[in-house]
């Protein structure tokens, strides 16, 4: 793995995701709490060295490029004034803040909506390291498109989260198979460190 040709890719480290107070807290905030992700994360991506960028889901005035196709778009589309750009449950928890390389969208996929693929292409990213919440939402469909786009996409196993462990379980195994396969953040570093 090469460093210069890889990017973490950072999706939904929020307040609406991860906190109690958030949109949806009540579902994923004890889970995640419970799991410990925030703190392999923060760690991971302070060891990686290469650029982290963030995604977090937003709804501007207008409502964007969101399309309420979806129960989750529908959700969120019905509760926006939470997801404003400026508003508190849109912001970076403070442990991810500092420094952070944030992009905005509406999609499901970190990467539809935004121009972050053209980004990365064009500063000669081709491998993208996943950590984000929750495993079987925007990591396992942010991976999927990654894939479909032409990147190498490796989701951080250990690095991701969902509201229930099995469901973390099952969407990690689906993506060892639909991306270039999962890794822990040990075994990424060693590879980073290898390259």
Same mark, same amino acid.
């Given at each position: ?17 991860? *906190? ?15 799991? @410990?992700? =925030? ?51 849109? !912001? ?6 500092? @420094? ?6 509406? *999609? ?50 250990? $690095? ?11 969407? =990690? ?8 396969? $999962? ?9 980073? !460190?290898?390259?």
């Amino acid at each position: 793995m090469e460093i210069g040709s890889t990017a973490v890719l950072a999706l939904h480290w929020q307040v609406n995701v991860i *906190k109690p107070e958030g949109f949806f807290g009540g579902m994923l905030a004890e889970p995640v709490a419970r799991s @410990g992700v =925030v703190e392999r994360a923060v760690r991971f991506h302070a060891e990686a060295g290469v650029p982290a960028f963030f995604t977090r889901f937003t709804v501007p005035e207008g409502e964007g490029e969101m399309v309420r196709n979806t129960e989750f778009m529908r959700a969120v589309g019905d509760a926006q004034e939470l997801f404003r750009p400026d508003s508190p449950g849109a !912001r970076l928890i403070p442990e991810m803040a500092a @420094g952070a390389i944030v992009v905005d969208n509406q *999609k499901l996929s970190g990467l539809a909506g935004n121009d972050l693929a053209a980004r990365l292409a064009d500063s000669g990213i081709d491998t993208l390291l996943i950590t984000g919440v929750a495993t079987n939402l925007t990591v396992e469909q942010t991976a999927r498109h990654a894939t479909d786009l032409g990147f190498t996409a490796h989701v951080i196993s250990d $690095c991701t989260a969902a509201a229930d462990p099995a469901v973390h379980e099952a969407s =990690v195994a689906n993506l060892d198979l639909a991306t270039a396969g $999962c890794l822990s953040s040990e075994e990424a570093l060693g590879l980073l !460190r290898a390259g």
